[in-house]
């Protein structure tokens, strides 16, 4: 086992010992971060934005004992969190799989993917999204920042549905190529 | 076993970046309840999210923000709510035991012989979501849709033009072309669907199948 990262080690400080400073430490670097997706994903509402980025925040610190760091790095628990608080702001459920679901089929391939350590993930997703094509980039950029449906992504690109979907489908597979995973 | 039929890559997109309907997601979420696939996609796509937003230029935050986080520490949570009951058979996935509670004890409302559904109350949407109860060897009578209907089937199985479809597997049906789904044999057909709108009948049965179910 690799050591976990610094800011899951920040975060587990906070889940073991209340701790203020590691805390003040996560929210420096990621609280202006999650003001930035926030304000673009409200289109520039700076009162709801500052809202939802405590309400993200304060979670992270009353989740934190939930945090796994060998499921994924501290941004993208993050950036689930402040998702959710967005869902959630728009008063309606949020269906979510429950990884205790007795109904729930287990990955019995174990996958390379599910190996690699989380710092591993992390340079590897970060790399294969560099690697992207613009056009594909682009398209997963508008969805997880802008909101965007694919068919609000094709009126504003003027290209058609069909392809923006082929090319989410190609930027999928690369990314979970990258992740080990199998690239179907 | 894994599912055969999978719902398309920007589902997992959208589902992941928060950009699905209620109804689209919770057939996403009950789907990948069954589909150790699909879950690794959707993980892949926020993993992929979270290293873009470390990556977000930083916006200014209000002055005394950290400290009003520190001053609301002592809040009580809300009271979660109680889990829905996860006794007796595992036909339905908790996100649809959220909806409608325990399979087994669920009131069917009579469609038409060999049809009877469950209308989920999935809230202010225009897309209706629906559990059918659907009879071995039934054919569903021919009509056509406006826009999408997405079918994931939770027991049972069906057949169409695009193949068999068996527990886990999500059937997408524009509304381009006619389609006939036949009930296969020897077993109850358990199917969730989510349509964009209303069925448009072609037949007389089929008619009277949307009076009955209000559609």
Known sequence: MSAPPPTAVLIQAVARSADKAAFAQLFEEFAPRVKRFLLRRTRGNENLSEELMQETMLKVWKKSAHFDHTRGGASTWIFTIARNALIDHSRRKRPEVDESDPALVADTSPRADQAASEAERAVRVREALAGLPEQQSVILHAAYFEGRTLREISEQQGVPLGTVKSRVRLAMGRLRGALGGLAS | MMPNHHPPAEWLLGHASGTLTEAEDLLLAAHCTLCPDCRAGVRAQ??????????????????????????????????????????????????????????????????????????????????????????????????????????????????????????????????????????????????LVVADGPLVPRTAAGRVISWLSGA
């Open chain 2, 46 to 191: 926020e993993e992929a999210a979270g290293a873009a937003l470390a990556d977000l230029a930083p916006a200014p935050v209000g002055a005394g923000a950290l400290d009003a986080i520190l001053g609301r520490l002592g809040e009580q949570e809300a009271a979660p709510t109680p889990p829905a009951p996860s006794s007796g058979t595992r036909v339905l996935p908790q996100p649809v035991r959220d909806y409608i509670g325990a399979f087994e004890a669920l009131s069917w409302g009579f469609v038409m012989p060999g049809i009877r559904q469950v209308v989920l109350p999935v809230s202010h949407e225009q897309m209706p979501v629906r559990l059918f109860h659907l009879a071995p060897g039934l054919d569903i009578p021919l009509h056509t849709h406006q826009g999408l209907e997405r079918t994931l089937v939770l027991a049972g199985s069906y057949t169409d033009q695009d193949g068999t479809f068996a527990r886990g597997d999500v059937g997408i049906q524009d509304g381009s072309a006619d389609h006939r789904q036949r009930i296969d044999d020897g077993e109850v057909c358990i199917a």
